[in-house]
């Protein structure tokens, strides 16, 4: 298989990767959570719960995928040993793809975080024995989570954006 294969190839893993993850996050934050907000928190929780999920495991495919894409065409391209170089990074195509590495990392970190949150706070089961007292630490917990959530949601879609401005702009 010739190297201009493997590259035709992850390109098309790297744009399909770009669409889920940006289409998520955008559809997670502009319509989602919006209509979460207007119904009863009973039936949010319920539903952010099944939806949640599913989003969690899109997402996590999409980042892996675009980072295992996005290093691959750099090795194949011969560009990974001047990736950290200052003319690499200010260059006329080298800012571009550092603009999506750096977008793609804060992406890494928020959703990684999420993940966590979305498991250790917000569908943690409280046990038998849990007083009042525990059931409002927990309810203080998953309100300081829920807040943190929301902007990440924000700054998640800007990050997005200029993910795939970076790729639109990088021509080799
Ligand atoms: C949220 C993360 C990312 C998004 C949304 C994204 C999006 C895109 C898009 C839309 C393209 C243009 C289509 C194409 O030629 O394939 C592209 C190209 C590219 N991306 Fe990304 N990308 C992301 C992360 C990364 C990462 C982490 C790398 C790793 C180094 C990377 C490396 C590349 C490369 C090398 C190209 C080809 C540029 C060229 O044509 O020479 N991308 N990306």
Redesign the pocket.
Known sequence: MSTVFWLQL???I??Y???L??GSIVFNTAILNPALKRIPPAHSTVVSQKIGGGLFVVGTT??LL??L???A??WL?G?LPS?LTADFVTGP?GR??TL??T???F?FITGGLSGYWYKAVLTKKMPYSAGLRDMEEMRAAQERVTLWQDRFYYWNVV??VL??L???M???
């Open positions: 992850l390109r098309v790297h744009v990767s770009a669409i993850l940006v999409a980042i675009l980072g894409s996005g290093f065409r750099l391209m560009q990736l195509y571009w793809i999506m590495i977008s793609w990392f992406l990050a997005a993910a795939a970076g790729g639109a990088a021509k080799f």
